[in-house]
C-alpha cells in the first residue's frame, strides 16, 4: 500500500518561512511528477508546485519568488520552501505523487492527508 505523509505546517508569523516535508512509502516501482496544493477554508484545492522526476519545477504566479520545491528521489520524499509567507498562504497543503505501483506499468495518483499552515500575527 502507497502512503504519503506530510510534516511541517505550523503556525508562523506574516514574512516568516516554514520548510514542508512529504515522504512516499510502500511498494513503490516508479515515483513521477510530485506536487504541493492547498485548500483555503471555502475555496477550491489549488496547484501550488509541482516537479517532475528529473527535477523540472513548476510554481502557481502567487507564490513565484517565494515557495520553491525539490525533491530527494533516493529519499522518496518532496519539499517545499516557503518564505515571506503571507496571510493569504493560509491553508492545508497537501502532497501528490503520480506513482507507479510496484508490479504495475500503470501509474496511479495519490494524496497525503494534509498539513495545516496558518499565516498570522
Known amino acids: 500500500q502507497v502512503q504519503l505523509v506530510e510534516s511541517g505546517g505550523d503556525l508562523v508569523q506574516p514574512g516568516g518561512s516554514l520548510r514542508l516535508s512529504c515522504a512516499v512509502s510502500g511498494s513503490i516501482g516508479a515515483i513521477n511528477t510530485m506536487a504541493w496544493y492547498r485548500q483555503a477554508p471555502g475555496k477550491q484545492r489549488e496547484l501550488v508546485a509541482s516537479?517532475?522526476?528529473?527535477?523540472?519545477?513548476t510554481y502557481a504566479d502567487s507564490v513565484k519568488g517565494r515557495f520553491t520545491i525539490s525533491r530527494d528521489n533516493a529519499k522518496k520524499s518532496v519539499y517545499l520552501e516557503m518564505n515571506s509567507l503571507k496571510p493569504e498562504d493560509t491553508a492545508v497543503y497537501y502532497c501528490h505523487a503520480f506513482i507507479v505501483p510496484r508490479g504495475s506499468v500503470l501509474q496511479r495518483a495519490y494524496w497525503g492527508q494534509g498539513t495545516q499552515v496558518t499565516v498570522s500575527s
Open positions: 516537479i517532475t522526476s528529473g527535477g523540472i519545477s
